[in-house]
């Protein structure tokens, strides 16, 4: 059973491009949440996603970032017109329908570098 | 003032030793209460949940104090592969929602040969 997927595992945008980042949950898992570690700092929330549905948005920065979870296909981060203060971990994770809130199972991250 | 808080470390210790973490959170409506690891540029890794009444798994003892908000971590006979950042975290109601977890910055351990 493979765990969380994320790709890319390393991302290198110039300042003003898009950056995109995938996620693909756990097989069977329905729940989606986006976590960025800034360096030397703790993992913070940024949104939780079901399938078609954001449920909770409220750590995603005002601007420039969105995210989606299609019916078919995998989780996106999008962020456009990327800037330094950008340049992060971005982990997802996952949990399965009706689990506990500690089962997130959490991916490899994409390290994004903004030039 | 943090919604978690740990002391950040490093923590330097010789193989075989005890080491003890703490973690004090703000919120008094807090649910939920782990113990996370994370190695060097990898993804977090569930350590063990933690319950008032503590629990233990193996080396590892985590206890939960409510009435102090606090929350700790024992790790005894401590190996060369417990270096690692342990995070707290915790999971604050937010927005209607009792699914984000709130993430400490995490206490950085090396045991020593």
């Known amino acids: 059973n493979a765990g969380v997927m994320q790709n890319p595992r390393h991302l290198v945008r110039r300042r003003g491009q898009e950056a995109r980042l995938r996620c693909s949950p756990m097989k069977g898992h329905s729940h989606v949440y986006w976590y960025r570690q800034l360096p030397e700092e703790g993992l913070k929330f940024m949104v939780y996603l079901q399938k078609e549905n954001i449920i909770d948005e409220s750590g995603m920065p005002k601007e420039r970032f969105s995210a989606e979870f299609p019916k078919e296909g995998p989780s996106i981060l999008r962020i456009q017109q990327v800037v330094r203060g950008d340049s992060a971990a971005y982990f997802c994770?996952?949990?399965?329908?009706?689990?506990?809130?500690?089962?997130?199972?959490f991916g490899p991250g994409t390290r994004l570098l903004v030039l | 003032r943090k919604e978690v808080e740990q002391d950040p470390g490093p923590f330097n210790v010789p193989e075989g030793a005890t080491v003890a973490f703490n973690c004090t959170y703000s919120?008094?409506?807090?649910?939920?209460f782990f113990w996370y690891r994370q190695d060097c540029r990898k993804e977090p890794k569930l350590l063990m949940s933690?319950?008032?009444s503590g629990n233990e798994d193996g080396r590892f003892t985590a206890q939960l104090n409510r009435a102090s908000q606090y929350i700790s971590l024992l790790i005894r006979d401590s190996k060369l592969s417990d270096s690692a950042t342990y995070l707290c975290?915790?999971?604050?109601?937010?927005?209607?929602?009792?699914?984000?977890?709130?993430f400490g910055s995490g206490t950085q351990l090396t045991v020593l040969p």
């Open positions: 994770a996952s949990s399965p329908p009706g689990g506990r809130q500690e089962t997130q199972y």
């Open positions: 919120n008094s409506a807090s649910q939920s």
């Open positions: 975290v915790v999971n604050i109601p937010f927005s209607g929602s009792a699914r984000q977890l709130t």
């Open positions: 933690v319950y008032s």
